[in-house]
């Protein structure tokens, strides 16, 4: 058994390394990526070339990550700020009943383990969000953050 679930419609770059227990479908993953085991990428999410994507993380649509970036064990990225399972009076929710919220990632930028990222956010080239985060707002660039909400904690200098 593979153990693997990659739709056709999925984008692999040259040298992309995928654990097992994945679910990709839709997306598009760059050059020398490394995707860890139990991590689903949905359709219309993007991940750039050279980015490290850890164990049980969630990638939801709209999410764009840029070249460069790690993605710790168990991130969740939420792209629904007012999820509904229904539609008042008609029954389950579908695609055309809501809207998806974007969230790029920017070159270079670490979420820790266990964050959470919601939608209609930013995190700026090579910031830091620390493990346990729950990112609310924009992220500003070379700026590490952490906490619930995640504040800013201090400026990287050219480490």
């Known amino acids: 058994m593979n153990y ?6 999925v ?11 994945i679910n990709l ?25 050279n980015c490290k994507i850890q164990s049980h993380t969630f990638i939801c649509e709209g999410v764009v990550i840029e070249d460069d970036a790690f993605i710790g064990h168990g991130v969740t990225f939420i792209n629904d700020p007012f999820p509904r399972s229904t539609v008042k009076g ?13 969230t790029y990632v920017k070159k270079g930028a670490s979420i820790g383990s266990g964050a959470t990222v919601m939608c209609n956010i ?13 990112v609310t707002k924009d992220v500003p660039p070379n700026t590490i953050v ?6 800013i904690i201090r400026s990287i200098d050219n480490e």
């Open 146 to 151: 952490a906490g619930n909400p995640a504040k």
């Open 25 to 49: 479908y839709g997306c598009s993953i760059g050059d020398n990526t490394k995707i860890g085991p139990f991590v689903e990428v949905q359709k219309n999410a993007s991940i750039g070339k």
């Open 4 to 9: 693997l679930s990659i739709a056709e419609d």
């Open 90 to 102: 008609s029954g389950l929710q579908t695609e055309a009943d809501w809207k998806v919220e974007p």
């Open 122 to 134: 930013t995190i700026g080239e090579n910031a830091i969000v620390g493990a346990g985060s729950m």
């Open 11 to 21: 984008q692999l770059g040259e040298n992309v390394k995928l654990a097992k227990f």
